[in-house]
């Protein structure tokens, strides 16, 4: 059983910085494509960012410039460094990863975490 555990996030004043934290256990082979997304109150998920498995990034253009996603494949986890934050980035945050379980297979699934809570206050 594949598993995503969230963590770092909480309230910060507007301006300030935070970084999420989201790693991997179970049975893995090998983790693709791993992201982040939010959800606003009273909107639908979005993406913040992305990261391949060898290190490509992307970025939503709300994000980009003050956002930074990077992962740690030895333990298995993505993070996102987030700076200047404004009271618009206040969401619930999930992260996901595509991810394949045997050697002997290509196929992969995609799992995600249970979502941690940022609040920016002005």
């Known amino acids: 059983q594949v598993q995503l555990v969230e963590s770092g996030g909480g309230l910060v004043q507007a301006g300030g910085s935070l970084r999420l934290s989201c790693a991997a256990s179970?049975?893995?082979?090998?983790?693709?494509?791993m992201g982040w997304y939010r959800q606003p109150p009273g909107k639908q998920r979005e993406l913040v960012a992305t990261?391949?498995?060898?290190?490509?990034?992307n970025y939503a253009d709300s994000v980009k410039g003050r956002f930074s996603i990077s992962r740690d494949n030895a333990k298995k986890t993505v993070y996102l460094q987030m700076n200047s934050l404004k009271p618009e980035d206040t969401a619930v945050y999930y992260c996901n990863g595509d991810i394949r379980l045997s050697w002997l297979s290509r196929s992969t699934s995609v799992y995600w975490g249970q979502g941690t809570q940022v609040t920016v206050s002005s």
């Open positions: 179970g049975s893995i082979a090998s983790i693709n494509a």
């Open positions: 990261i391949t498995s060898g290190g490509r990034t």
